[in-house]
């Protein structure tokens, strides 16, 4: 190739590599330790996208990706040349691709680098509109499975179904975001997916999501919460909460009475994706600990840190009465070792992808 293309961050201590060079394609990209651009984000799949170049040209290639690429906010669905000024996403992660001149040569070099979508950009919203107002969603479930191999249960999972939008809950939260709209979208997605779920006849535990901002203000939540009740009674439901959003001990505190009033479990999700929050559990303690596919993904070598980590994190929760459950297992090694640990549920590829819920 004529040019010199590389990846560069804009995001001051991001966990996304600040620079990484193209000047050897094809290049593969995902949370995978055999892709050559590894990101650790839940978003991306394993080998997720790949980089080329043909005949001179910059091509980004979608691997069958569970929450896609897309090109301009356009889901690709087959090999699509990048053009300086394209915005690029890997699932929820946002790239921009420029050019700018080198500064030993006269070429110029081509860079994608990673933006944050300003609040006030309103991309698609009239779709968007159409989407909220004609209730354009639908419900996958995910299996999770106990100790004896079981079906616990399934964790409800929310997608589009507006033709030009896209299915992937991300880039539908992004463009929500973008519209001040982010808690009618997750209002919608837990509506539909109670509804459905009640029409499947499913009568194991649900685990339902929230926006994190649902939680500051915890009476608002409630009460659609008690309205969801009433409309569907019988549901066994556990209202999961991100660990980012435990963060206001006397909020959680109010949503836990109030889910117990409801006869809605409570689980914290992505437990250890970031700093995890010990006195919440104290104070606030939920029925069910999600752990991070950051610590569950490599801990199948039994003398790794990763392993022992895990481990003491489970014997600490447990012995507080709380059950745990592994998010993101993708391979017999760390089901196996996830198992050895005394992790009470399982959750990931290994068991099973998210498919669409069967209305009888």
């Known amino acids: 190739m004529d040019k ?25 990209i995902g949370r995978s330790t055999d892709c050559d651009v590894i ?45 300086a000024g394209d915005i690029v996403h890997f699932s929820s992660l946002e790239y921009c691709v420029k050019t700018e001149a ?26 968007f509109g159409e989407l909220l107002e004609k209730q354009l969603v639908t419900t996958f479930q995910q299996i999770i499975t106990s100790r004896n191999g079981d079906v616990y249960g399934y964790e409800l999972l929310g997608r589009g179904k507006h033709p030009q939008l896209g299915a992937s809950p991300y880039e539908l939260f992004k463009i929500a975001e973008s519209l001040n709209k982010h808690i009618e979208l997750s209002v919608l997605f837990r509506r539909r997916s109670f509804a459905q779920a009640e029409l499947s006849g499913i009568d194991k535990p649900l685990f339902f999501n929230s926006h994190p901002e649902e939680c500051h203000t915890p009476e608002k939540l409630l009460t659609e919460l008690a309205d969801l009740r009433k409309l569907h009674p019988k549901l066994n439901l556990f209202f999961e909460v991100h660990e980012a959003a435990v963060t206001d001990l006397g909020a959680m505190s109010e949503i836990r009475r109030g889910l117990n009033d409801l006869n809605i479990g409570l689980a914290y999700d992505d437990f250890g994706a970031g700093q995890a929050r010990l006195l919440e559990l104290a104070e606030a303690p ?51 070792a996830c198992q050895e640990i005394g992790i009470d549920y399982f959750q990931g590829y290994f068991y099973g992808r998210p498919t669409a819920i069967i209305l009888n």
């Open 39 to 83: 990101i650790h984000s839940s978003a991306l799949s394993r080998i997720h996208a790949r980089i080329e170049s043909n005949n001179g040209k910059l091509i980004l290639v979608d691997l069958n990706s569970t929450n896609g690429c897309f090109v301009n906010h356009q889901r690709i669905d087959r090999n699509t040349e990048l053009q």
């Open 4 to 28: 010199t293309f590389y990846l560069e961050s804009c995001i001051a201590g991001s966990s996304i590599p600040q620079r990484i060079m193209l000047d050897e394609l094809p290049l593969t």
């Open 286 to 336: 939920p029925d069910i600990i999600k752990f991070d596919i950051s610590l569950v993904r490599g801990v199948g070598n039994s003398d790794s840190p990763r392993y022992r980590l895990l481990s003491s994190l489970n014997k600490l929760v447990k012995e507080m009465g709380i059950q745990t459950l592994a998010e993101g297992v993708e391979t017999e090694q760390d089901a196996i």
């Open 102 to 127: 080198a500064e030993d040569d006269d070429d110029d070099r081509t860079r994608i680098s990673i933006q944050t979508l300003p609040k006030h950009f309103a991309i698609k919203s009239r779709e």
